[in-house]
């Protein structure tokens, strides 16, 4: 009896050490899965959460960065301690075309499914400061669409009257989402003491328009005419004499 | 040669080091990556078949080269001994032996008591948690990756968990951390449980009951059935880690090399 009972509290403090424990670490994972907004994954990276799964953290994707702008993310972080990450304002990714990272990842974390580096999307960029921004001031910096790897596709200069003057244009900065690879050059460029033009990941920078809206002109264009007629006319409401 | 396996074992210990660290510091590319996934000679893929684990059933269709990367890793722990990789591989065996060879001149005696038990528990915990949040999720505090990625990509705070691991084998728990609670070490147990290289007290007539082999070995439990049972002169358990230390210490030559089925006695 005496026996037996020993070894059942043998077995429940094991298998408690073992609770706790993973206790602990499940909680720690959870709180540190969300990636920081100032941290890249390298072209073809999975979804967040399906990469966390599938990188095996072994810094073979860093060793074939030519540019050393991959580095393995350390513990106390604030991310998973060892997966692969890079910061824009601090060495951009250089987009090689033959995309050694991809290729040198053995566990599939990077989608080897990216052929063209053009297609990558390791996040996006926004304007995250008009208010600082010299060209939402009037001025003609276009640094950051001067650096674009895609020159005149990611990045667009939208002329608009400038008020303040009344006489002169402002070339808006302005960042198309289907062409943006989120390489991080342009946060690199941006002259600012602190940038005003950062890649987001995504999902934070992307907006979503609802699978219900319609668009009226493009619902026309798509019919070929319009849905309602043209001129609504509505009945003219007028106090009772 | 007096403690001839344990020379080779530190040498096996610091040359995996000093070959992964040859690329970073001189520029020696015979290795690339790290104890979790590695190229040596641009040809050669290895993987931790532990960590790939955690990643199939987090959900992730492993490409090949981490397949067979594992596949290799796997089938050479299962044969030279799964816990090979603890004493002749493990970054981390160099601290916990430390804090151990520590214990003794400072006359620390044990503390708590941990259930050996522990670290096949917290393996299977490790491998359920990977499933439910999809995530390879001991590798965020696993020591010794921590320790090795550390050392070859930059050390951040991984610093820290190394001296936790030091200070709870030196002043808690004598061996607590390979011996009782390291779900890496339990893992490779498991896969080594029928490995080929084993440890036989063949010359065990000979024993003088000095004790010497239980106060060294970092699992001594697993040295009675050989030495003082009567089937088997060979250690089978799979917790024996082939350090060989009890092969350095006896006076009396009783243990030895040899495969698993090499049942001769002296």
Redesign the interface.
């Known amino acids: 009896m005496g026996e037996r009972r020993q070894f059942l509290q ?2 429940a ?3 408690g ?3 706790l ?2 206790l602990g ?2 909680l ?3 709180q ?2 969300a990636l920081p907004a100032h941290a890249l994954r390298p072209p073809g990276a999975r979804a967040e ?2 990469f ?9 994707c ?2 074939a960065c030519p540019f050393r702008t991959l ?2 993310a ?4 604030g991310m ?3 997966t692969p990450v890079f910061e824009a304002r601090k060495i951009p990714c250089e987009m090689c075309p033959d995309i050694p990272c991809v290729k ?6 990077l989608d ?1 499914g990216l052929k063209d580096i053009d297609r990558a999307r390791m996040g996006l960029a926004v304007i995250v400061d008009q208010e600082s921004c010299l060209n939402y001031q009037g001025l003609r910096c276009d640094v950051c669409y001067r650096v674009c790897p895609l020159l005149g596709k990611a990045i667009t200069l939208e002329a608009r009257r400038n008020e303040r003057t009344g006489r002169h244009a402002m070339f808006i900065p302005t960042v198309h989402s289907d062409k943006c690879t989120g390489c991080g050059k342009c946060e690199r460029a941006c002259v600012l003491e602190e940038a005003a033009i950062k890649v987001l990941p995504v999902a934070q920078a992307k907006g979503s328009i609802g699978a219900h809206y319609r668009l009226g002109w493009k619902e026309k264009e798509q019919a070929g005419k319009a849905l309602g007629p043209e001129v609504l006319e509505f009945p003219v409401r007028r106090p009772e004499p | 040669m007096k403690n001839k396996w344990l020379i080779l074992r530190r040498t096996s210990q610091l040359g995996l080091l000093a070959l992964f660290l040859a690329g970073p510091l001189a520029g020696v590319w015979l290795v690339k990556g790290s104890l979790a996934s590695s190229v040596t000679l641009e040809v050669l893929p290895l993987s931790d078949p532990y960590v790939v684990l955690q990643g199939l059933l987090a959900g992730h269709a492993m490409a090949a080269s981490a397949l067979l990367g594992a596949g290799i890793a796997a089938a050479f722990y299962a044969l030279a001994g799964g816990r090979l990789y603890c004493s002749w591989s493990c970054p981390v065996n160099l601290v916990t032996d430390a804090a151990a060879w520590l214990r003794r001149p400072l006359g620390l005696r044990a503390e708590v008591s941990l259930p050996r038990a522990a670290r096949t528990w917290l393996l299977g915990a490790t491998l359920v948690l990977a499933a439910a949040l999809g995530a390879i999720v001991w590798e965020w505090v696993n020591p010794v990756t921590l320790l090795h990625r550390g050392l070859v990509f930059g050390l951040g705070l991984a610093w820290a968990v190394v001296l936790a691991v030091f200070l709870l084998d030196l002043l808690v728990a004598p061996r607590a951390w390979c011996g009782h609670l390291c779900p890496v070490g339990a893992f490779y147990a498991l896969l080594g449980a029928g490995a080929l290289l084993r440890v036989s007290a063949r010359a065990a007539s000979r024993c003088d009951d000095c004790l010497d082999c239980y106060r060294v070995c970092p699992e001594p439990q697993v040295i009675t059935p050989a030495l003082k049972g009567g089937a088997s002169p060979l250690i089978l358990a799979g917790a024996c880690s082939n350090c060989g230390r009890c092969i350095d210490v006896c006076r009396q030559d009783v243990f030895r090399f040899t495969h698993r089925f090499d049942r001769r006695r002296d």
């Open positions: 043998g077995v403090g094991a298998a050490c073992a609770a424990g993973a670490l499940g720690y994972a959870r540190t899965s959460e399906d966390l799964g599938a990188c095996l953290r072994c810094g073979l860093v060793r580095r393995l350390e513990l106390g972080e998973a301690s060892g040198a990842c053995p566990s599939g974390a080897k």
